[in-house]
C-alpha cells in the first residue's frame, strides 16, 4: 500500500512538473558553442535567422544586389548557400518566416519598394510580389496556415512615409500582400512599424514617430494596438520620449502577465554621436508604462532583439554597443529579469571591427544562436555566435 502511494504521488508530481518543461530544462554535456565569419563572398549584410524542424537555422541577407539563404547546422557547418539573382534591381532581406511546405517566404525591399519571396526548402526561388505603393518591410511574423503579418511603411503622397501593417496570405507559391492599416489621414512627419506581436484580441505595433508632442523633441517611441480588422484599438496608441531625442523601439515581447517588453534606444546627450543608450520599458495592454531601465556605457549602446530565455521570466537581448572594449562596435549580449536586472552581460567582436546583432534564437540544447554582421574595411560577413546558458562560447 505505501509503495503504491509513493508511486501515485511520483506520477503527480511528474505530471506537474510535465506542464512546467521550460523551468526543467537539462543543459546537454555534449553542448557545441561556436564563434564563426562566414566568407562566401567579397560583401554579405544579414538581416534575420529562423530554427528549421530539423534542427538547423536558416539565415537571410543581401550579398551585392541579391537576396542569399544560407542553411547552418547546430555546428555551424554550411547546409546549403543560395543567392537569389534577379538582374538589374537591388533587394535586400529584412525577415524569414517558415511556410507550411517546409520553405520560406522573406520580406525586404526592391528598389525601395516592399518585396516578397517565396523560397522552397533548399532555398530555391519559387515565386515574388513587389507593391509599389508600399516603401519597405521590416518583419514579417507567422499566424499560422500560410498566413503572415508584415510591419513596415508605406509612402503617401506627399513623400512622407508612415506606418504600414498588413496581412499577407501565401496563395499556394505567391505571397499576395491583403490591405493593412496605415493613418487616415496621412501623417506629416514620418514613421515606421518596426515590430508586430500577435495576441488574442489582435496585434500590437511599436517602432517610431515624429508625431508626438511637442514635435521639437525628435522620434518618440511608438505603440498601438489593432484588432483582427486591423483598426487601431481606441485608447492603446502611446508616444513615449525617454531621452533627449531620437527614440526608437525594435523589438517586442508578451510576458507571461500578459504585458509588453520593448526594447530600442534612446539619446542621452543631444549630440547623436555619442550618448546613446538601450532601453527596455514594460507597458500594459493600454501602453501605460509600468516599468523603464536603460542600459549602456558611456558612448552609443542600441538593443534590437529581445526574446525569452529559457528560464521563465527571464529574457534575452542582443544588439550593439561601442561602451565594452575599444571604440568600435560590438555584438551585445545580455540576459535580464522581469524587474530588469542584468543577470549576466557579454559582448563579442574583434578590435578595430564594428560587429552587429541582427536576430537570436533560442536552440533546444538550452544555449542561444546570435546571427549578426561583420564589417572591416568596408566588406560585410555574417558572423554567427552560439553561446551557452550563460552566455559564454567555451
Keep these: 500500500m505505501k509503495k503504491t502511494f509513493f508511486i501515485i504521488i511520483g506520477l503527480f508530481i511528474l505530471l506537474q512538473w510535465g506542464c512546467r518543461l521550460e523551468e526543467l530544462f537539462v543543459c546537454s554535456p555534449d553542448f557545441i558553442t561556436f564563434e564563426r565569419l562566414y566568407t562566401q563572398s ?133 505571397p499576395d500582400i491583403m490591405p493593412g492599416y496605415q493613418p487616415s489621414p496621412a501623417r506629416n512627419g514620418a514613421e515606421a512599424a518596426q515590430a508586430v506581436l500577435i495576441t488574442p484580441d489582435g496585434y500590437i505595433a511599436t517602432g517610431f514617430s515624429y508625431n508626438s508632442n511637442p514635435p521639437e523633441n525628435g522620434a518618440a517611441v511608438h505603440f498601438y494596438g489593432l484588432d483582427n480588422n486591423l483598426s487601431k484599438i481606441e485608447n492603446t496608441e502611446k508616444f513615449y520620449h525617454l531621452g533627449t531625442q531620437q527614440d526608437i523601439a525594435h523589438d517586442i515581447v508578451e510576458t507571461p502577465q500578459g504585458n509588453y517588453m520593448i526594447v530600442g534606444n534612446f539619446h542621452t546627450t543631444p549630440e547623436v554621436a555619442k550618448g546613446v543608450d538601450m532601453f527596455v520599458i514594460e507597458v500594459n495592454k493600454n501602453g501605460e508604462i509600468l516599468n523603464q531601465y536603460s542600459y549602456g556605457g558611456n558612448r552609443r549602446d542600441i538593443a534590437l532583439n529581445i526574446i525569452h530565455a529559457h528560464q521563465n521570466n527571464e529574457y534575452i537581448i542582443t544588439g550593439q554597443s561601442e561602451s565594452f572594449g575599444d571604440s568600435s562596435w560590438d555584438v551585445y549580449i545580455s540576459k535580464i529579469n522581469q524587474n530588469g536586472s542584468i543577470v549576466w552581460e557579454k559582448t563579442f567582436g574583434q578590435s578595430g571591427v564594428d560587429e552587429i546583432a541582427n536576430a537570436v534564437l533560442r536552440t533546444g540544447d538550452c544555449g542561444y544562436i546570435i546571427v549578426g554582421r561583420s564589417t572591416q574595411n568596408g566588406l560585410h560577413r555574417p558572423y554567427v555566435i552560439k553561446i551557452n546558458e550563460n552566455g559564454n562560447v567555451q
Design 42 to 174: 567579397a560583401d554579405m549584410s544579414v538581416g534575420d535567422m529562423i530554427a528549421t524542424p530539423d534542427g538547423a537555422f536558416v539565415i537571410c541577407g543581401s550579398i551585392a544586389d541579391d537576396i542569399f539563404l544560407m542553411k547552418i547546422d547546430q555546428e555551424g557547418e554550411t547546409i546549403f548557400f543560395k543567392r537569389d539573382t534577379t538582374p538589374f534591381t537591388n533587394e535586400t532581406c529584412s525577415s524569414i518566416a517558415m511556410t507550411p511546405d517546409g520553405g520560406f517566404v522573406i520580406c525586404g525591399t526592391q528598389e525601395s519598394r516592399v518585396y516578397l519571396v517565396k523560397y522552397d526548402a533548399q532555398g530555391e526561388h519559387q515565386n515574388q510580389n513587389r507593391q509599389s505603393e508600399i516603401s519597405d518591410c521590416h518583419c514579417i511574423t507567422d499566424e499560422g496556415r500560410g498566413q503572415y503579418i508584415i510591419a513596415g511603411r508605406i509612402r503617401h503622397n506627399n513623400g512622407i512615409m508612415n506606418t504600414y501593417v498588413a496581412p499577407v496570405v501565401l496563395n499556394n507559391t505567391f
